[in-house]
Nanobody, 130 residues
Framework: QVQLAESGGRLVQAGGSLRLSCAGS????????MGWFRQAPGKEREFVAA????????FYADSVKGRFTISRDKGKNTEYLQMNSLKPEDTAVYYC???????????????????????WGRGTQVTVSS
């Protein structure tokens, strides 16, 4: 069974930075690629970023491109989301997610699809004040 746990969310001023972490607990080979989603009050959960198993392929939503950076430590089954130049519209609960290792590889066409991801964390709140 795969368990994901996010941390690092807090209140920050606009223009500031935060780094979120997601620690995965699973047997070896159960976590391949990983991703981040977010959900603001009254809105649907949306894709933020994802990273392939090798770490060589990264994907970003247009709204965060150039400001957020996703990375991972495969040995620790941990991924990170470095968020810079934060804006009030980045306020949301941020969720870590991982697809089944038997599912399709991440591509630009599927990476944003919630149904691609089989495992989810409980989320961490990020609040950006103006």
């Amino acid at each position: 069974q795969v368990q994901l746990a996010e941390s690092g969310g807090r209140l920050v001023q606009a223009g500031g930075s935060l780094r979120l972490s997601c620690a995965g607990s699973a047997r070896a080979g159960s976590i391949v690629s990983m991703g981040w989603f977010r959900q603001a009050p009254g809105k649907e959960r949306e894709f933020v970023a994802a990273i392939s198993w090798s770490g060589e392929d990264t994907f970003y939503a247009d709204s965060v491109k150039g400001r957020f950076t996703i990375s991972r430590d495969k040995g620790k089954n941990t991924e990170y989301l470095q968020m810079n130049s934060l804006k009030p519209e980045d306020t949301a609960v941020y969720y870590c997610a991982a697809p089944s290792p038997y599912g399709p590889a991440l591509t630009n066409s599927n990476v944003h699809l919630l149904q691609l991801y089989d495992y989810w964390g409980r989320g961490t709140q990020v609040t950006v004040s103006s």
